[in-house]
């Protein structure tokens, strides 16, 4: 017997205590501290009970769970829903900080109503007998103007008639008054940006050439809950506005929006990806964003009614007292996630739609598709990738974002990691110490 490759040992944050967690075997339990060190240095007093929980293992027997395991996360995969974004423009009313999109060459479009029917006949075709959504995206889907309005008319017809959701990801600016059109559709939810209170908001996400929009942006949230829309807020964070979170979250529970059963929240970490931002030292690190974040919440916790932070498998071990199934891909590439914008290209993921030269086919106004580049992106998972083969977290990481490892290391077969063990000790030292 020999400690499994997929243990995973860390302190819990401000304790002596310790977290062992094990996601093929589906077993977490909290060791006090001799426990832990006597675990490390294999002096288990009782190594019987820890092998009866597969933290101790014959290698040639983990071999095949691990294999089983792999074959029922793939099998899985087949009936995941899948994500279909469009994207209609790229055009946008915001200058934000932080766009990722801001140096896109323009693109050259086609008739919105041609390329929207090839978009659904494209669907109808190739994701035949596959649960899936739609989800508007862009630039901003919901400008103000005729152009605009009929696209989502168009696009709230297309999935009425094929008994699919729309969701929505806007700036909020204009959604107030669109909010009677959505009505009616079946609109499963509509994604909002929100960087923090009033003045720090309009700092970061002002309307081009200047002007504020947390105003216009609230009164918009407020009218799609009246409306009975669900909302799901984000906020994008960094050094910048980090601080001002918790003001925007006693904001959220003053406008009895977390009350709201069709409210929930989001954190995006604003980070560079494709190009360097002018003022790349305000941004955090995979692991410095939710430090900050814990030391926030242990000063606040009032936070937690607003936003509940996942700290890797944490919170669902908590809230759900098991683990979630092992995770092989993180990475919903060409299998739960394809990006289609009004060029006719398709892409993808969300991460690279629109940027020139990550297109994987096109559906209008033919259809090809690079065979190789989707079997390239499909086929990757923990298994494909080198460096994750000995790294004990690979089953909570799942390899990270392919999109982001091919900007920074030139191939999506390379690890995207995820600072495993830290965030476990911090969630475990948040959400509760209890029997597990």
């Not at 792999?70 to 829903?81: C, N, R, S, W």
């Not at 995820?418 to 969630?427: A, D, F, H, N, Q």
């Amino acid at each position: 017997m020999q400690p499994s490759k997929h243990n995973i040992l860390t302190q819990v944050a401000g304790s002596e205590s310790w977290l062992l967690v094990n996601l093929l075997a589906g077993q977490a339990d909290l060791l006090d501290a001799d426990t832990a060190a006597r675990f490390q240095r294999g002096e288990l007093l009782d190594p019987e009970a820890f092998a009866a929980k597969g933290y101790l293992v014959e290698p040639a027997e983990e071999a095949r769970r691990y294999a089983a395991a792999k074959e029922k996360f793939a099998e899985g995969q087949k009936d995941d829903e899948v994500q279909l974004f469009f994207v209609p423009s790229y055009a946008c009313n915001f200058g934000c900080s932080y766009c990722f999109q801001d140096e896109y060459a323009p693109q050259k479009t086609h008739d919105p109503d041609a390329v929207i029917d090839a978009f659904f006949s494209y669907v109808d075709d190739t994701f035949a007998g596959r649960r899936k959504y739609v989800t508007l995206f862009g630039g901003e889907p919901l400008l103000d103007t005729p152009k605009n309005r009929h696209v989502v008319e168009k696009l709230i017809e297309g999935t009425k008639a094929r008994g699919l959701d729309l969701a929505i990801i806007t700036n909020g600016y204009s959604l107030e008054s669109y909010v009677p059109l959505l009505q009616t559709g079946r609109i499963r939810e509509v994604q909002v940006t929100l960087d923090g209170p009033r003045a720090m908001h309009d700092q970061r996400r002002s309307l081009k050439g200047g002007g504020p929009t947390f105003d216009r942006v609230v009164e918009g949230i407020n009218a799609a809950l009246e409306g009975g829309l669900t909302v799901n807020l984000r906020a994008v964070l960094d050094k910048e506005n980090l601080g001002g979170f918790g003001e925007l979250a006693h904001f959220a529970i003053a406008q009895g929006w977390t009350e709201n059963r069709r409210f929930k929240t989001q954190v995006g970490r604003n980070y560079e990806l494709h190009h360097c931002q002018t003022n790349n030292t305000r941004l955090y690190t995979r692991l410095s964003l939710w430090e900050d974040m814990y030391e926030l919440i242990q000063a606040d916790p009032e936070i937690l009614r607003f936003y509940r932070p996942a700290y890797s498998v944490s919170r669902f071990l908590f809230d759900e007292g098991q683990l979630p199934e092992p995770l092989f891909d993180s990475c919903p590439a060409t299998k739960t996630e394809w990006a289609f914008d009004a060029t006719g290209s398709i892409y993808p993921c969300t991460a690279n739609v629109g940027k020139d030269a990550e297109e994987i086919g096109t559906f209008f106004p033919t259809r090809t598709l690079k065979a190789d580049e989707v079997s390239d992106w499909s086929g990757r998972d923990v298994t494909s990738i080198s460096s994750c083969s000995s790294c004990s977290n690979q089953l909570a990481c799942g390899g990270g974002c392919g999109a982001v490892s091919r900007s920074w290391k030139g191939t999506i077969r390379a690890s995207d990691c995820r600072p495993v063990k830290e965030l476990l000790g911090m969630g475990c030292a948040l959400y509760g110490q209890r029997e597990l």
